[in-house]
């Protein structure tokens, strides 16, 4: 029978090899039950049968596309397997994004129309369930994985990208999304901060190893120098740093980059 745990709610996995399936893993270690939101039900069953193997509780729901009616079916249906009375929903994080590199006179309305919707009106819909959700419960206990005490409720977190605050060639529509979605997450950390919710968004300035990255950089030096390259299990872990954060200081934003990046060394 399920315990009363606190629930995670994680969009966004990809293949399982990158900061979603990596915040998964760290909060399930935590205690936490894990819903996992993502296209491709074999990735989701995959990830949620290694939670489950190593003592967690995790369950995939697989959505066909990002759009708000899918984000909303899924919370209807995570809130049937993991009702509040039981799993009180903790900690989501919206780690879904979509975006083209093309030359902006190549760039058609629907690919960023397709942007914009995953980006933007998927993350406004994610946003809406898990706040609704949160405004419902009292405050968080010490046991329930966070540090709040009985001043917080949950904690929504973004994951961004550095074209949540600078454009560049052949970017336009990733940074025509990812601005949406900091000024939506600066909003909501403006209007319901006030009522006991932490909202944080993460620019992550760097590439991260993951499947498509490997296939993309398809360079085997590359994958084996840590100092040129974000990982996703730190990304994790400084999330979990966020929930854990006393309620009187907040952090709204962090901007993730590996330090060498920042020395400039090997640039």
Same mark, same amino acid.
């Given at each position: ?7 995670? +709610? ?26 996992? +939101? ?32 899918? *984000? ?135 590439? +991260? ?25 730190? +990304? ?25 990046? *920042? ?5």
């Amino acid at each position: 029978m399920s315990s009363v745990r606190p629930l995670f +709610i994680v969009a966004g996995i990809g293949n399982g090899t990158g900061t979603g399936a990596s915040a998964a893993r760290l909060f399930s270690q935590k205690g936490y039950k894990v819903a996992l +939101i993502s296209r491709g039900p074999e990735s989701l069953n995959k990830l949620a049968k290694e939670l489950n193997q190593h003592g967690g509780e995790a369950v995939g729901f697989p959505v066909q596309d990002y759009s708000p009616n899918s *984000i909303r079916a899924a919370f209807a249906a995570i809130r049937a397997h993991f009702p509040p009375s039981s799993s009180r929903l903790r900690v989501a994080l919206f780690n879904a994004a979509h975006g083209v590199w093309k030359p902006f006179l190549e760039t058609t309305d629907e690919e960023l129309r397709d942007s914009l919707d995953v980006n933007v009106a998927a993350a406004f819909a994610f946003s809406q369930e898990v706040i609704t959700d949160f405004l419902k419960l009292e405050f968080e206990e010490p046991n329930e994985g966070g540090q709040g005490g009985a001043r917080k409720r949950g904690t929504l977190l973004f994951t961004a990208a550095l074209a949540s605050i600078r454009g560049n060639a052949t970017i336009s529509t990733i940074a025509a999304g990812k601005h949406g979605l900091r000024g939506l997450s600066q909003s909501l950390a403006k209007e319901f901060g006030k009522k006991n919710i932490h909202v944080a968004h993460s620019i992550i300035d760097g590439e +991260i190893l993951t499947d498509r990255t490997r296939t993309m950089v398809n360079n085997p030096e590359w994958e084996t120098n840590v100092d040129g390259r974000v990982d996703s299990n730190s +990304i994790a872990k400084a999330y979990l740093d966020l929930v854990q954060q006393d309620s009187s200081a907040w952090t709204w934003e962090i901007d993730l980059v590996n330090m060498f990046q *920042i020395c400039g060394v090997g640039s």
